[in-house]
């Protein structure tokens, strides 16, 4: 597929003068058909009807060839001219961009977005970027430099939080003969000269890049650092890393946009790019109004200063949403070239696979699945290839990391969309309506989820936390799963037909359910929660689960360890902020097992014990003693 792509790209050239305009022969919604389209290629962007909406060729028999039009095509009537540009849909790449609120195609969206829909000019001639702004740009290079593809010419600081680095672009090398001294200058100047065989080139600070066609790097690597979420049961559970993929599928109201919205405003990434094609009619609205009011936690700069939104309201033509996912991961590919990790966010891939079906139908394509197009698998994969952890050009390391959130209607994973996209990510976090209903947040399944990347990112767990992560979380999860079966039997025989320890068991768990994966992303402290705090979080869960088995052991009941002080201890937790928790929790430590140590003093007073255990109680309550008398 992106072979084919290329190949046709390598082929496009200017239209030459005979072969002049084409003429619009139908018009059906998005796309139009037009003919004496000679020389045209598949892919070409070409200016439809008197206002030259813009469109791409998405089919090609001889002259006759069918477009997409990525704008609103009332009105363009049959034997309207037809341009081409010999040119593939591309993004203009330069300073500016962050910041920025796009449509599907780059084009800017000014301002607050009340009415969505009247506020683009239709046609083709509306810059996506600031073409007169003025940007301090600082040479890192002299004359004389031999310099190729990557290598930073010079930087600019496009935000307070990110430095823009201007790159020699793809496919260009030569030895430095001009380069301008620090100053003002806009991205149309000419930066620097290269001089190499073919003679002399100008390089401005703007790149374009054809959509369709990832920017090329040296390759790929493993991926191992986590991208830090702050969300608990992602991190600890089912933790993404960095140039990975995952995807978030679950019904209606299940919470997607809620984490993918958690993920925009407190992954670690350096660039955040969130491609909206919102679900209901006011949703983008809400981001476009709620994000440029955020504070990044990280700089405590606004958000909006390493963000750039693509948004997509539902009354915006299907084949803009089309193209709305290849021009976000284009920007993404952009920054990672400078050697940023950046994070993508798509809300939902089912808005764009509908708009895939929806052109296709228009096609009369042979519809597969659910209406879908057969080449729904291959699309799908073409934009989440593009993630990755990447050595690049100019010997640097980038990386994208990719999370797409899909809803199936009804909740029902398997769906076309849901199935295809599992085939593709690394990490599945799956939303369950079930536990939605009962007002457990974030609804991820714990038993059904998973992450691929769990051995690539132990080792930095390890380093950067706690090297009993891994046995930790593999506790944990025994629990939960035991937690599952013992329910099933509770159904039948009812909780009392258990044993003491399976009892317990029960207890323990609903404790990390509820105060360790539940996390309410509107509390001012619990919405974000560093890793270390998250693993001293579980550990002192689970170290009341195994002193407490230890204590069932020794005589004490379930019912007096379900009424412990502690346990209104443990739940709050997750409130404590990042100054106070480490001081809290070792407080909590310590009065932890003095409870349970007052417990089976308690049992040896009132009971007689045997020997054996008997003598390991007068030694406790020998140190109790001495606690006491501090
Ligand atoms: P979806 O995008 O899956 O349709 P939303 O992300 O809009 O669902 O979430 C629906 C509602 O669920 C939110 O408005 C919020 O009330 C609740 N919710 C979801 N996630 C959380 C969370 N982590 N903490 C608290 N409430 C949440
Ligand atoms: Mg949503």
Known sequence: MVEEIEESISRMEEPSEEEGEGKIIHVAGPVVEADNLRGAEMYEVVEVGEEGLIGEVIELEEDVATIQVYEETGGIKPGEPVKRTGEPLSLELAPGLIEQIYDGIQRPLEGIVEEAG??????????????????????????????????????????????????????????????????????????????????????????????????????????????????????????????????????????????????????DADIVV??????????????????????????????MKRTVLIANTSNMPVAAREASVFSGITIAEYYRDMGYNVALMADSTSRWAEALREISGRLEEMPGEEGFPAYLASDLASFYERAGICELHGNREGSISVIGAVSPSGGDFSEPVTQNTLRIVQVFWALDTELKNRRHFPAVDWLTSYSLYLDEVSDWWEENVNEHWKSLRRETMRLLEKESELEEIVQLVGPDALPPSDQFALQAARIIREDFLQQNAFHEVDTFCEPEKQFWMLHLMMAFYSTGLEALDEGVTVDELASMDILEKISRMSNYPSEEWERRFNKIEMEMNEEFNELEESLELSSPVDEESGAGKISLSAEEVSLEEE
């Not at 440029?292 to 405590?300: I, K, R, V």
């Open 118 to 267: 009247d506020f683009i000019r239709r046609g083709v001639d509306v810059s996506p970027l600031d073409e007169e702004k003025e940007w301090e740009f600082k040479p890192q290079v002299e004359e004389g430099d031999e310099v190729e593809h990557g290598d930073i010419l010079g930087v600019v600081e496009e935000t307070t939080t990110v430095d823009h680095k201007v790159m020699v672009p793809p496919g260009k090398k030569g030895v430095v003969k001009e380069i301008v001294s620090i100053g003002e200058y806009t991205i149309n100047d000419t930066i620097a000269v290269l001089e190499n065989e073919d003679g002399e080139e100008e390089i401005s600070m703007k790149q374009r890049w054809p959509v369709r066609v990832g920017r090329p790097i040296k390759e790929k690597k493993q991926p191992g650092e986590i991208l830090v979420t702050g969300q608990r049961v992602l991190d600890t559970f089912f933790p993404l890393a960095k140039g990975g993929t995952a995807a978030i599928p679950g019904g209606f109201g299940t919470g997607k946009t809620v984490i993918q919205h958690q993920l925009a405003k407190w992954s």
């Open 274 to 303: 969130y491609v909206g094609c919102g679900e209901r009619g006011n949703e983008m609205t809400e981001v476009l109004r709620d994000f440029p009011e955020l504070e990044d936690p990280w700089t405590g700069e606004p958000l």
